[in-house]
């Protein structure tokens, strides 16, 4: 195989252990732009496949590579994230983190798997990592490697939440921050709630919010028709809920005790301006804002407003870590799994290298064997039937016994080099 022909797999990114938010939310690419950003990346020089997964705690580009002759790719994608979000290297540089082969296939697996969230367990990043593989796909980013990597990805995912205890139950960053709400009031009972946004984590805070007694809902996004669905799908006899319009959200915000925020803004939602005034219309009564969004929702500065506590998805770090603890023994078998299911994909790989040599070599030999019984022909033309069958089996079987050692030392050579 040429050397332009060879390829190499390279993870880069960044995530909520490696970089702040003030990082994170500057990189973060909305649903709407990630077609283009995944074009713009598969076009970069020398990337023949590519997919880039951004979340509210990680962006990461996964990319299948024509192996340069220096020993990383890591500077290309430093480029391209560069020019792409016109941030300047020295600010992404110290919080990225790259991984090549193997353990770039480890690194996937485990995060769709949920055991490299934020909330280890939760069940929304598989659907994040289709969602990725799907938008990739349509733009033509994804083909060979690396649409097989992404299927092993998925039944390796589905294979841990099936055979261990990690998603027993429902844990999400939606929530833990309601969970962070309960215990700021130590009771939910009688709040009022106002959910900024309606896409899945706002449903998915909707939901919690009533399971801990919240009596009331209050739902607002730019599209009218999703907030009013979230708001009849859960409307109940003990829960009101209202759909009001985004252009009354600033005159409505002041009626809510909890605020929570979700959307795919660009720009901050609320500022210190909004919390001061807010503050005023609750006759200094406390609002707590719990910002899930990335980018940010919440204007770092309200926190400064006297009353007014906001918490971002950072913040919720220290409530996510105490659901790691009861989830050790579960994520130990998980990471059994991942161990495991890395070392078949990489037996698979390998023989899947060895393969066309090994090709090339039986085809070689059957060529000899059967240019040496054509030059024999005139010899062998006194023999029955059953005779030339014989010479035919002795031959092959010859040629077998003498191939065996060079295939042998072929399928090792692979096995070799894959692991130094």
């Known amino acids: 195989m040429s050397q332009k022909n060879q390829t190499s797999l390279v993870l880069v990114g960044v995530n909520h252990n490696t970089a702040p938010i003030e990082v994170r939310e500057r990189l973060a690419i909305p649903a709407a732009r990630l077609a283009d950003a995944t074009r713009s990346l598969v076009h970069q020089p020398g990337i023949r496949e590519g997919l880039i997964l951004s979340t509210c705690n990680r962006v990461e580009l ?3 590579q024509e192996d340069p002759a220096e020993p990383s790719n890591k500077a290309d994608l430093l480029r391209f994230l560069h020019e792409y979000f016109s941030i300047a290297p020295g600010e992404i540089q110290p919080h990225l983190y790259e991984f090549r082969e193997r353990e770039a296939v480890r690194h996937l697996f ?3 798997s949920s055991l490299d969230s934020m909330v280890v367990g939760e069940p929304q990043i598989l659907g994040q990592v289709k969602e990725s593989y799907t938008v990739a ?7 060979t490697k690396l649409e097989s990597l992404l299927q092993r990805t998925f039944t390796v995912a589905k294979k841990v939440r099936s055979e261990t205890q990690i998603g027993s139950s429902s844990v999400s960053i939606a929530s833990v921050a309601v969970d962070l709400a309960k215990k700021i009031f130590g009771s939910l009972e009688g709040k009022t709630v106002l959910l900024v946004g309606a896409g899945k984590m706002s449903e998915l805070a909707a939901r919690h919010l009533i399971q801990q007694g919240a ?6 996004n730019r599209t009218q028709s999703r907030a009013e669905k979230i708001a009849y799908d859960f409307s109940s006899a003990a829960t009101h809920t209202q759909a009001i319009p985004f252009d009354d959200l600033y005159a409505q915000a002041p009626h809510a005790d909890i605020v929570i925020t979700s959307t795919g803004a660009p720009e901050k939602i609320f500022g210190a301006s909004h919390g001061q005034h807010f503050l005023q219309q609750r006759r200094n009564r406390p609002m707590f804002f719990i910002d899930i969004a990335v980018p940010r929702d919440v204007d770092p500065l309200m926190n400064e407003v006297e009353g007014c506590f906001v918490y971002d998805i950072d913040d919720l770090q220290q409530v996510a870590q105490a659901n790691l603890a009861d989830r050790s023994r579960e994520a130990e078998a998980a990471e059994t799994i991942v161990s495991r299911e890395v070392d078949k994909y990489q037996e698979r790989l390998q023989s899947r ?20 019984l054509a030059r024999l022909q005139a010899k062998l033309a006194e023999l029955t039937p059953q005779q030339r069958e014989a010479v035919e089996s002795l031959t092959r079987s010859l040629t077998a016994k003498l191939l065996h050692p060079q295939l042998t030392a072929l399928r090792e050579s692979a096995r070799t080099k894959d692991a130094e």
């Open 110 to 112: 485990r995060v769709a």
């Open 353 to 372: 290298d060895a393969v066309p040599a090994i090709l090339a070599l039986q085809q070689n030999a059957e060529a000899i064997r059967t240019a040496e």
């Open 62 to 64: 996964v990319t299948l």
């Open 137 to 143: 796909r349509e733009v033509g980013a994804v083909s």
């Open 215 to 220: 009596s009331s809902i209050v739902v607002a």
